[in-house]
């Protein structure tokens, strides 16, 4: 009998993973964090200062940057479905994050590129606008193959579901988040004073150099990696899970008792299946226990993928509408050095940098002392602790926009610092709400669909991004006619941003509510969770 392949060639026995004879572990793991490092230096020198680079040299006014933007990220967020789909049922992780860091790559170097391009006429501008757009999306392709599967293969480093490597799987998410913080403090250090006081063809350039690097890295780590590579069957899996799906639909008026008899995996059902979702135990007709209660798994994340939409659209401020009043604000810290209004996201990093170590290492064990669980806190119990914080976040930003538009009134700058809070507060709640979301969505779904479940933790991103621009637009479309001066207008003095955060803050609370609901309900995928 011929034996499958994994794939880079590993031997596999059909039905059972394969496993190449190399250590794994945290030694390949730590490859990794320094690999994620360098890539996260190169995407947020370009992205955390999208909106002074809209508005600035290509001369958009600041609700289109702010659209634009969001509808960049949304792509970024959204196409790691796509290759998800891709590395789980055809090419293996490993050569996917190879092919989007090529693209990734030549994103970043046309980006630099289209930076040089001289404006002096209408045509030339609109070379550079063009070329600056094709690049950009060029960068979100390589970016959305990249990031899901750079994650799951680092937590694959540690195979198996006891609960050391439970453990240790949470942990390399928590320090896998440092040493992005890490980065993304430097390159808001270093590549956003560039990009405004010396070159933005430079500024661009650096992140493309550091994107060289981390493939470097990654392919020197090559010979230590495990592969770890699951097949259920001749269809890939991702194909399976459908055909549950379109087997529970054809047979959705089929009555239960016809359907005890066909097969003796229908007898099981009721005693091993789950008992959510029963409606998909009618396609046991042509698909065994193990089919079906993987699309289960699937289908119940959705509940709590919608109640996070609107966090994800909290969380696309910072990266606009908070660094655009930066811009207009007091930052003056020397005679003659003012510091760059995309700088002010550093006080989310340096909070992070903070705040993981404390609560990896101290926050955890006191808790599981006092819950009995070898997470400390449940990872529902952590992604709603950040959506609440997320919340308080938006009324402190609010309160301070109020504040700064009444200071404006009497030809007084506040402080740029004045933002630090609402930028800290944020910092908290990523430790708790996107790692907790890259944990729960990468253990929550099939082994074999990991990819897919940590695209579905992006998308989240991409659909609140979505919602954002939509959300732009209309009340900048409606406030303009009926206020005759927009929410969002280009002089922040006479806008409304403190409106919009208050909206977010309302409806946030909404959904935070909606989220409980679901997240009481929900039963988790394995034991070692509870």
Known sequence: ?????????????????????????????????????AEQFAFYGISSNLITYLTGPLGESTAAAAVNINAWSGTVSFLPLLWGFVADSFLGRFRTIIIASLLYILGLGLLSFSAMVPSPSQDSNQLQVTLFFVSLYLIALGEGGYTPCLKVFG?????GNDLEKSKAKSSFFNWLVFG????????????????ENLSWSLGFGIPG??????????????????????????????ARIIHVYMEAIKNR?????????PNETLLLLAHQGSKQFRFLDRAAISCDLAEIEKAKAVLKLVPIWMSCLVYAVVCSQPYTFFTKQGSIMNRSVSPGFLVPAATLQCVTSIIMLAFIPIYDRLLVPIARSLTQ??????????IGTGIFLSILAMVVAALVETKRLQTAQDDVQMSVWWLAPQYAIYGISYVFTLIGLHEFFYDQ?????????????????????????????????VTRQSCQTSWFDNDLNKAHLDYFYWLLAFVSSICFASYLWFAKSYVYNRPTTF
């Open 1 to 37: 009998m011929a034996l499958a392949g994994d794939e880079l060639g590993n031997t596999l026995l059909p039905g059972k993973p394969a496993v190449r004879c190399s250590p794994g572990g945290w030694k390949s793991a730590r490859l990794i964090i320094f690999v994620e490092m």
């Open 155 to 159: 937590a694959d480093q540690f195979v």
């Open 180 to 195: 992005s913080c890490v980065s993304i403090l430097l390159t808001r250090l270093v590549s956003n004073y560039i990009q």
């Open 209 to 238: 150099a550091s994107m060289l690097l981390a493939l470097v890295l990654f392919l020197l780590g090559t010979k230590t990696y495990r592969f770890t590579t699951e097949r259920g069957g001749n269809k890939n899996p991702f």
């Open 253 to 261: 008026r089929q009555p239960d008792l016809d359907l005890a008899n």
């Open 373 to 382: 669980n070898h997470l400390g806190i449940t990872m529902l119990q952590r």
């Open 445 to 477: 779904v099939p082994s074999e669909l990991r990819s897919i479940g940590m695209a579905l933790n992006a998308s989240i991103y991409g659909v609140g991004h979505f919602l954002s621009s939509f959300m732009i637009s209309v009340i900048d479309k």
